[in-house]
């Protein structure tokens, strides 16, 4: 899931300190929080969470390592997330905010759909423009076979035809010749 934002904090909190961040929701949004307190005194802290409407939703008291997990915000607007250091010493506390939105991981995945749909449209496409290049490759190759084919045949009668040519043209040739042979001798 791809996170509507997120916000890490190392925070030095001094002796009876508040540190407070307010994180806007809307409906059915994911909110996820953790706090560590990483180290000072006996490295506790007090951790709640307020609604919109002031109301607690989660209060820890004295903790070391807590989170908070909601994967279905019922209440937008503005979420007030605290830490307190009730102790006379100072501390170090990391807080992690995780905010997914439903609603924009709903438009990603139609996206990704879309994108999808589009993209299996295209190679759809591309394999049949690729089958009809292999298919219009396939009858040039088979269209010079036959053109191979037929000019060799061309070729073979033409020499033919000239051989016989030649051969009726000696006929003819010698028949005229025989003929006005026997023309001459029955004249004389």
Not at 28 to 37: E, G, K
Not at 66 to 76: E, F, L, Q, T
Not at 81 to 94: I, S
Request: with cysteine; charged share 25%.
């Amino acid at each position: 899931m791809i996170p509507s934002f997120e916000m890490n904090f190392k925070v030095n909190m001094r002796w009876y300190y508040e540190d407070c961040y307010f994180l806007t929701l809307q409906k059915h949004d994911i909110l996820h929080v953790i706090v560590h307190a990483l180290s000072g005194g006996d490295s506790t802290v007090d951790f709640y969470i307020e609604d919109p409407n002031r109301q607690i939703v989660e209060s820890k008291k004295k903790t070391a390592f807590n989170w908070y997990d909601n994967s279905d915000i019922m209440v937008a607007g503005d979420y007030k997330v605290c830490t307190k250091n009730l102790e006379h010493h100072e501390k170090k506390v990391y807080v992690n905010f995780v905010v997914f939105s439903k609603s924009q991981l709903h438009a990603k995945k139609e996206e990704l759909k879309n994108f999808t749909e589009t993209q299996n449209y295209i190679m759809e496409k591309v394999i049949k423009i690729n089958e009809n290049v292999h298919s219009m490759r396939r009858s040039q190759i088979v269209q010079r076979m036959i053109h191979s084919a037929d000019e060799y045949f061309i070729e073979a009668n033409n020499e033919y035809i000239i051989y016989y040519s030649v051969a009726q043209s000696i006929v003819i040739l010698i028949s005229g010749f025989v003929q006005t042979i026997f023309i001459n001798m029955t004249i004389l």
